[in-house]
């Protein structure tokens, strides 16, 4: 799931750095939009038309995406040398709400979680209020088909950091983490990957 997820940002935010792009947006509070019940119509009628509609297969099923994102060499980054950009990816399945991820490299509501505290969190053991109070709000939420479970959900981590310039290159650095919680509200899957340099 990692790789068609944050494939799916990615390049969407790749094709934007080449300059300043994209509409600002203001990410919604996390109960604007309900997992298996808001509409794809719902959200864009908050929203707006995306900045780029696809589909993914996640499994065996056609999932709708719909990603928001906006840069701006002007900003404020987390980071010192990053260029700030915040992407909003909405999926559907059925025209229905299966997931959303947030991410962002401003300073105002960056998305940036500490990796090193992955390990404290233990399959069957931990729940999912220690694993909010551990690494604190989650930036994106899923259910089935977007996990293999058909019961349970699971919540997400992402952040993604873009240096250089069109002239001198761009540099990614990405990680995400993904934790999936069985009908306890135990943890049952912990999923964690990150790629390229900051």
Do not use: H
């Amino acid at each position: 799931m990692l790789s068609i997820v944050r494939g799916s940002l990615v390049a969407v935010m790749v094709s934007l750095l080449a300059g300043c792009a994209g509409k600002d947006f203001v990410r919604p509070s996390s109960d604007t939009f309900r997992l298996g019940q808001t509409t794809y119509a719902q959200v864009l009628q908050q929203m707006g038309e995306p900045r780029k509609s696809g589909e993914v297969l996640k499994n065996d099923k056609n999932v709708k995406t719909a990603t928001y994102v906006y840069a701006s060499t002007g900003g404020e980054p987390l980071e010192e040398g990053v260029i700030p950009a915040r992407a909003l990816s909405y999926y559907f399945y059925n025209d229905i709400l299966v997931g959303q991820e947030f991410l962002s490299s401003f300073k105002s509501d960056s998305s940036n979680f500490d990796e090193s505290k992955i390990s404290a969190i233990s399959k069957e053991k931990t729940t999912r209020g220690e694993v909010i109070q551990l690494l604190g709000k989650p930036t994106a939420t899923f259910v089935y088909p977007m996990i293999k479970q058909t019961s349970g959900d699971a919540l997400g981590y992402t952040y993604n950091t873009t240096r250089g310039g069109a002239f001198s290159g761009f540099k990614f650095f990405t990680k995400s983490l993904r934790i999936t919680f069985d009908d306890k509200d135990l943890v049952s899957e912990i999923d964690y990957a990150s790629s390229g340099n900051k």
